[in-house]
């Protein structure tokens, strides 16, 4: 439970275990349910298209996701692979959204283990690949 009061759903749990564990998805795209008391599973995808895992965060409300970031690492050292996990909270968002989005996220941060790198975004230019990249693999010699 959050702050807020917010539950994270068994199938939120099982999702994050099929990209982390399965290589089932590529992301996982989180939002909370109807009556704001669940955090579940908006879409999954298995699509490698960073551009297309975009297009599901939309203009005007808030998401979280989770997304299987694989990146190149310097000369001939091969793929590396990041769990990153979003917030998403566009300013033109509604103000209620964004405060239970943000006090919201706590019960869904804890429950997924595995995750590399938080990414907050409040406009596209935040969660852009090259940011992303750059973020996750400054990381990279730290773990």
């Known amino acids: 439970m959050s702050r ?41 995808s ?41 917030q998403w909270s566009p300013d033109t968002a509604s103000i209620r959204a964004k405060m239970v989005y943000a006090s919201s996220k706590d019960a869904l941060r804890r429950a997924l283990n595995g995750v590399s790198s938080d990414i907050q975004g409040t406009d596209f230019s935040e969660v852009s690949y090259e940011s992303v990249l750059e973020k996750v693999s400054r990381g990279a010699g730290s773990h």
């Open 46 to 86: 298995t699509d490698s298209s960073y551009d297309k895992f975009l297009e599901e965060f939309p203009e005007n409300d808030c998401k979280y996701a989770v997304y299987d970031f694989e990146y190149e690492i310097s000369a001939g050292e091969g793929k590396r692979s990041k769990i990153v996990f979003y």
């Open 4 to 44: 807020s009061g917010v539950a994270v759903s068994d199938e939120a749990l099982k999702a994050f275990n099929d990209l982390k564990l399965g290589k089932k998805y590529k992301y996982v795209i989180y939002k909370l349910n109807d009556d704001k008391t669940q955090i579940i599973v908006d879409s999954t």
